[in-house]
Structures are given as C-alpha cells and as structure tokens.
C-alpha cells in the first residue's frame, strides 16, 4: 500500500536544503546530460562520415600508374606504365573477387562548344560498370551502357554544373550535341554529383564518353589511365588490391620490390580506421561518462551523510518510540533514490531534447554538413546509464543509512 505520510516526509525533507540537493543533483543531471550528449554527437559524426562513405561501395579501391624507383631488366626507374585494355582483361580474367570494375580514360580539361556558350570541362572516359561502384544519380536521361561502349557511340553524359554554363535557364540539355576538339557529341544524361569536396565539383563540371569512344576519337588506341574496381562482399579488398598491383608490376616489367611504381587507394581500409576512431571515440565518451558518475555517487554519499549528522535527535527520537533499524535505513535510502532518480531523468530529458533541438536546427534550416547527420542516442544505452546511476546512488545512500541504523537512541539525544 502506498504510505503517502512516508513520502511526503521524504519530499519535505529534500525541500528543506534546496540549495544543497539542487547542487548534489546538478553533478548527477551533468553527468546523465554529458554521456548523453557526447554519445549523441559522436553518433551525429559517425553517422556523417559513414553516410558519405556509403554512398560508395565500401570494398572499393583505386589503382594507377607512377613512377618507378627502381630500374629493373635494363630499363631505367623514373618511367611510368601504361596501362591498357588488355590490362583490364587481364585483371578481370584472373581475379574472380572482383565484381565490377571501370577502366578510366583521362582527357584532361577541354574547351567544350555548345552554339555561343561554352567552358572548359573535365572530360574522360568511363564504362558502365562505374556507376555500380561510385554514387552516381541521373537528373536526366540515362547514364552509360554496354552498347554504347561496343559500338564506340559519340554520347556523353555531362555533370549538372556544365549543364548550366553551356545551356540557358530551363533549356532542354537531353538530344542536343556539344562540340569538344572539332568533334560533336550527343547528350543522353545529366550528372548530380554526390560526391562531397573537390570530387564533388569535379563531377558537376565533367563530360563523361563511354571509354573506347574517346580511345578512337582522340588517337588513345587502348589506352587506360586508372583503374575503378570493387570487390565482391566478403572478400579482403586489401589482398585482392596488392594482388592486381603484383600482376600490373609483371606485367610492364617493374620491379617486384618496387612498391612505389603502382599507387592505390582502398575505400575499405579507410572505412575501418574511421570506424576504429568512432569506437575509440564511444569508448572516451564512456570513460568521462563513468568519471560524472563516480563524481555524483560521492555527492550523494555526503549529502547523505550531512543529512544523517543532521538528523540524528531525530533518528534517536524515532528510535526511542519503536522504529526498527531497518525503518530508519530505508528512510535514508529512499531519500538517496529519490535524488538519484529525478536527477537522471533530468539529465536524461535535457540531453535528448537538447539532441532533437540540434536536429532540428540542422534539418530546418538545411544546414549542409556531409561529415555530421541525425545525432541521436541509443536508448537502450540511456537507459543502462539510468538504471546504473540509480543503482549506484541506492549503493551510495547504504553506508550513511547504516550509519543511520546504528545510532543509539540514548547518545543521539544527548547529541548537541
């Protein structure tokens, strides 16, 4: 049965030294609001830079050519290998984890022509397989296919950027042609980048041919600049990487041991240095969190004691007339609760609405972040943090209430 006298003693007592509760509960409300929000901003962070990654097949990795440092069967080091078709087909027949992969043509920045506009654009060479492996989004047409790439077409895709500078306002891009080096070519799609940074821009201002196109029209026979290719799901794209970079090594006679001759970039490796960072990050956040904690259950432990002190005529006086030790400790106890839980429940309110109002702002007024989204908490582990802090301040009000129990009637009323 609910013992109303019981509480409302309980509640009077607290409200009695509100400046002393009010500051032992500011450390608990701190520390439930901190974990809170450090979790939430952590997460706002992971969550940024995970969403930027995966817009791209994670288990992605570039590979290119560079200069060798190390002469080998006679040829001399500084040279540079060129890569080809061949070299395509040669990775692809001997590597069944991959499972796509884009050869890329570069043709540099080019003056491109349409009627009295006109700009100079990053034009290159792609195949269709790209746009499985890189964040590619059409606002118009179509991107890239196979037919395109076979019958060598003089299409191209342009990025939303070009699009703006060589047509006017509302003018429709999709059939009409542009000229690049004398040379005229169809518009079938529109680009929207969504890349961040300079890969970004660098998408909104390219004209993308399918590859053997610009191989033909601008006397490339063959020719490769880099490589784009993903690894299948569930393969270490770290090996399979060096894999195709000891074939590329053979296969234009490098150096085995010259390691620098063929570059790369591997997205997955990457992925889990950031991911190793955030855990570290979470694992921080822990450690200052358990730190406000400690920091409260010290609170309590002396606001529980001063009361205790405070109290003792009274704890002697209640004991003169019959109440049980046990009485007198849970007394104490449920006042150390009583703290306790209202405490964490502030801190928890504060630190999610405080999270919600950050989200808010964010989403209201559109403010563009690409390393930092939807900061939010796990609530299962709000509610681990409450029921420790609970269970921690019910630990902390245990030594002065059998300090409280302990009390001799006849001493505490001699107590001055």
Known sequence: MFDYDKWYEIFS???????????????????????????????????????????????????????????????????????????????????????????????????????????????????????????????????????????????????????????????????????????????????????????????????????????????????????????KDGINSVEVENKIKALLRDRHDIDPKDLRAIGSFNLSSQVQKFTGLFRAIDIFILFVGFGFIIAGIAGIVNIMLIIVRERTREIGIRKSIGATSRSIMMMILSESVVITVCSTYIGMVCGVGFLAFIDFIITTFEVESFFFRDPSVNFTLVFVAMFLMVFFGALAGLLPAYRAAKVNPVEALSDE
Do not use: C
């Open 13 to 231: 007592v607290i409200w009695m030294h509100k400046l002393r509760t009010a500051l032992t509960a500011l450390v608990l409300v701190i520390g439930i609001f901190s974990l809170i929000f450090l979790f939430g901003m952590g997460r706002g962070l992971s969550n940024g830079t995970m969403h930027v990654f995966g817009k791209f097949a994670t288990n992605t990795m570039f590979v290119w050519p560079q200069r060798t440092s190390m002469p080998y069967k006679g040829l001399p080091e500084g040279r540079v290998a060129d890569l080809n078709w061949s070299d395509a087909e040669a990775i692809r027949n001997s590597f069944p984890e991959i499972e796509y992969m884009s050869p890329r043509l570069e043709l540099g920045s080019t003056l491109v022509l349409k009627g009295d506009n006109n700009g100079n654009f990053t034009v290159r060479g792609e195949t269709p397989d790209l746009q499985n492996i890189l964040p590619i989004e059409m606002e118009e047409g179509r991107y890239l296919n196979a037919l395109d790439i076979r019958e060598r077409r003089k299409v191209v895709v342009i990025g939303e950027g070009a699009r703006d500078i060589l047509f006017e306002e509302k003018e429709e891009a999709i059939g009409e042609y542009i000229q690049i080096r004398g040379v005229f070519f169809k518009i079938v799609g529109v680009q929207a980048s969504m890349q961040t940074g300079d890969n970004g821009r660098e998408d909104d201002m390219a004209i993308i041919m399918p590859l053997t196109t610009g191989q033909v029209v601008f006397n490339q026979p063959n020719k490769v600049h880099y490589f784009t290719i993903a690894a």
